[in-house]
């Protein structure tokens, strides 16, 4: 090691400390503001160790190029991953408003992909806390570092994750016979990143479209995990459903955060008993409601035991399932029940009315 990287070593050494704590305030600031499964899929945060601070510096590029440690501009990074390459736009958007950007070493390397070049697609910043938030005491100790942000798509970074172990950064570089495979692998990503982004584009014009014919009554659309969010979001008579469910002792909760398929337990019992339109579902609910289904009761109590809690706690999707098993005949019912069981106490409560009621 030369005396140049030595030196340079022993200063970031001296402030590594401070320089940990600015990436984990920036991490915590981050996780605080961006929303996660909406915003990003993950952040990783890391402050550069001393022994990889030392082999950056020592490289013969960057002899001398370094008067003091302040300009390393990653000794604090941080990268966003995030889903769709419009959730990394408006991240990056965010970030303009939580940082002051420094656009001299900023870049984006979307826009500097030569057409030999292919796959490592993200956006870098380089940030520093603006003068209010700089002011706080709390951050006294970080005024005058910067923080290295990248934004990336999952493909993105995926990508980048293969190109660091082939160390391929353009097509010279590559053996002859691979170089047609890297390019087709590197095409593949970019156009699968599109793809998905135009699906979504689909998806949130489908929602509008059903959305307008919930609103005009129309409910002759086909059941599928859109459909059945918008129904169970705005229809009167599962409402009027919770109203009944809720007297009897029924607590109705939201879908939970983590839930990866709220709908699927819907959606698969009405495909079961034959349903196929969002209408069908509706009349069936209608009729549950109608003859407030004394079942409803009787599965209630079934399922109550003294060490139980006071109310049986369910989402609307369940609720909403739960009135399609009851409005079939028994046979189907039992059927429907076993094949896409509830949850154990539930289901051994509801097979004991359905077979005994």
């Not at 999952?154 to 293969?162: F, P, R, V």
């Not at 691979?178 to 014009?205: G, K, N, P, Y």
């Not at 479209?209 to 059945?228: F, M, N, P, Q, T």
């Not at 109310?311 to 409005?327: D, N, Q």
Request: charged fraction near 30%; charge should be negative; proline fraction near 4%.
């Amino acid at each position: 090691m030369s005396e140049y990287s030595q030196n340079l070593r022993a200063s970031y050494e001296a402030v590594w400390g401070t320089y940990q704590q600015f990436t984990e305030r920036n991490e915590a600031l981050l996780r605080d503001i961006l929303v996660e499964g909406e915003d990003y899929y993950a952040i990783e945060a890391r402050t550069k160790d001393l022994d990889s601070f030392e082999a950056k510096v020592d490289l013969p590029e960057k002899e001398q190029k370094y008067k003091d440690i302040a300009e390393v501009t990653d000794l604090s990074g941080l990268r966003i991953i995030c889903y769709l390459d419009e959730d990394a736009t408006r991240v990056c958007e965010q970030l303009g408003e939580l940082y002051d950007i420094d656009q001299e070493h900023s870049v984006n390397k979307n826009e500097q992909l030569d057409p030999d070049q292919f796959g490592y697609r993200s956006r870098h910043f380089v940030v520093a806390f603006p003068a209010d938030r700089a002011a706080l005491k709390e951050n006294a100790r970080f005024v005058g570092l910067r923080a290295e942000i990248q934004v990336r798509t999952i493909l993105q970074h995926a990508w980048a994750a293969i190109d660091w172990k082939l160390r391929y950064k353009n097509s010279a570089e590559v053996p002859q016979h691979l170089r047609r495979r890297v390019f087709r692998v590197s095409a593949l990503l970019e156009l699968a990143d599109d793809e998905f982004s135009s699906l979504s584009v689909s998806v949130a014009h489908l929602r509008d479209e059903y959305e307008r014919k919930v609103d005009a009554g129309d409910l002759s659309i086909a059941i599928d995990r859109e459909s059945i969010d918008i129904f169970i979001e705005k229809d009167v008579d599962l409402e009027a459903l919770v109203a009944l469910a809720e007297d009897i002792g029924y607590s109705i909760a939201p879908n939970h955060p983590n839930a990866r398929d709220p709908y699927g337990g819907v959606i698969s019992t009405a495909s079961l008993a034959g349903m196929s339109t969002i209408d069908e579902v509706r009349t069936k609910i209608a009729e549950v409601v109608a003859k407030k289904e004394p079942r409803l009761r009787q599965v209630f109590e079934a399922w109550r035991e003294p060490d139980r809690p006071p109310r049986l706690v369910v989402s609307k999707a369940g609720l909403a399932r739960l009135a399609i098993v009851l409005s079939v005949e028994v046979p189907q019912a039992v059927a429907l029940v076993e094949k896409l069981p509830f949850g154990p106490k539930l289901q051994s409560a509801l097979l004991d009315v359905l077979r005994n009621g």
